[in-house]
């Protein structure tokens, strides 16, 4: 059983910054892809950013390009988000999750296994 664990979410104000992290209780991310997605209030869940643990191949969503970016750590088996000039409608509760592929995908369906999610806010 995998369990991932975000933290870093929070409360800043526009153009701030946050860096979320997603720890893996095992070591588990040998063949995987990590993703990032949120969920704002009202809308479907969204795809951030995901990255191939072996190779380092990133992805990105639209809304995010050039302002967020996702990196791994081996010796930490830790994946993070850095999330820059920060938007009012970044807000969300963002997840992560893992797919036993070395493939970013977008898609939410192609991911097995979820954090339980953390909540960010940016205020205007």
């Known amino acids: 059983q995998v369990q991932l664990v975000e933290s870093g979410g929070g409360l800043v104000q526009a153009e701030g910054s946050l860096r979320l992290s997603c720890a893996a209780s095992?070591?588990?991310?040998?063949?995987?892809?990590v993703g990032w997605f949120l969920h704002a209030a009202g809308k479907d869940r969204a795809f951030v950013a995901a990255?191939?643990?072996?190779?380092?191949?990133?992805y990105y969503g639209d809304s995010v390009k050039g302002r967020f970016t996702i990196s791994r750590d081996y010796a930490k088996n830790t994946v993070y988000l850095q999330m820059n000039s920060l938007k009012p409608e970044d807000t969300a509760v963002y997840y992560c999750?893992?797919?036993?592929?070395?493939?970013?995908?977008?898609?939410?369906?192609?991911?097995?296994?979820w954090g339980q999610g953390t909540q960010v806010t940016v205020s205007s």
């Open positions: 999750a893992t797919r036993g592929y070395e493939l970013g995908s977008p898609s939410m369906s192609d991911y097995d296994y």
């Open positions: 095992v070591r588990t991310f040998s063949s995987y892809t």
């Open positions: 990255i191939t643990w072996r190779g380092g191949n990133t």
